[in-house]
């Protein structure tokens, strides 16, 4: 039966009513990993990592809306990689012993690391 005006999504907002479209707000897929990261001289291990975000845990704090720089360390080909990451933080989980830290990437690349990065310096987009 139609009744005019109604539409399958008023079922799903009245369901969920945060989230109108029954979508999910990820905007690519995750894959869990374990690669080991930098921050400011702090390191850590990612948990998980897609095209647009990384979450990652380490013992270095950070603030929701801060703009951070690190490295992920990565084997591609047998090759050790370092990718220099640049983005907003967009959650932070306090856990007993490390921090939790999702950031939604705005810049990456691949360097070699038998190049010095200072992932603390501006980065060219």
């Keep these: 039966m139609h009744i005019k005006g109604y539409t399958r999504d008023m ?3 009245q369901a969920n009513p945060s989230n109108p479209a029954g979508l999910s707000r990820r905007s690519a897929d995750r894959f869990a990993s374990e690669l080991p990261i930098e921050i400011g001289g702090v390191l850590g291990l990612t948990r998980n990592v897609s095209a647009t975000g990384v979450y990652f845990e380490t013992t270095r704090d ?3 809306g801060s703009r951070v720089n690190f490295l992920v360390e990565v084997i591609v ?3 050790r990689l370092k990718m220099v990451c640049a983005g907003d933080v ?3 989980d306090q ?3 490390t921090v939790g830290i999702a950031v939604k990437l705005s ?3 691949f360097t070699d690391t038998d190049h010095s990065v200072d992932p603390s310096e501006p980065l060219d987009n």
């Design 77 to 79: 080909k047998g090759e």
């Design 62 to 64: 950070q603030v929701i």
């Design 11 to 13: 079922e799903i907002q």
């Design 95 to 97: 856990k007993l012993g």
């Design 90 to 92: 967009v959650r932070v």
């Design 107 to 109: 810049s990456s690349f």
